[in-house]
């Protein structure tokens, strides 16, 4: 009886098993596109906000620059801050905002917002 009191608190000391995907996500994304209305430039910054609650702090980054019939014109900014909560089950961040699923592709260092592709730096 001892011997299985023992084995169940050394089991219940042990920490828990690392989830890469969680590992993964803290830094800053980049996305590129051009076209011929413009060029657009996308960052994402994300950094742990809440260990506990599993809350993760989104920068957004945003520039335009339109061309309007061949003339490029002064160039768009925006610059969004929210948080998004990070799903153990789905290996995914929900943005509790908009509601926005965040995924994540260890090996390629890549995010992904529906078509939407980051690379991580």
């Not at 089991?11 to 051009?34: A, L, M, N, W």
């Not at 906000?49 to 809350?55: F, I, L, P, R, Y």
Request: aromatic share 14%.
């Amino acid at each position: 009886m001892i011997h299985l009191l023992i084995l169940f608190w050394i089991y219940g000391c042990r920490e828990p098993k690392p989830d890469p995907v969680r590992e993964f996500i803290p830094g800053t994304y980049i996305r590129f596109s051009q076209h011929e209305f413009g060029t657009e430039y996308d960052t994402l910054v994300i950094s742990l906000q809440n260990n506990s609650a599993n809350e993760y702090k989104i920068i957004r980054k945003w520039k335009y620059e339109r061309v309007l019939d061949g003339q490029p014109i002064e160039p768009e900014y925006k610059r969004v801050i929210t948080a998004a909560i990070y799903s153990i089950e789905n290996n995914f961040l929900r943005e509790t905002e908009t509601g926005d699923i965040y995924s994540f592709d260890t090996k390629e260092k890549l995010l992904f917002n529906g078509p939407l592709k980051y690379k991580k730096l």
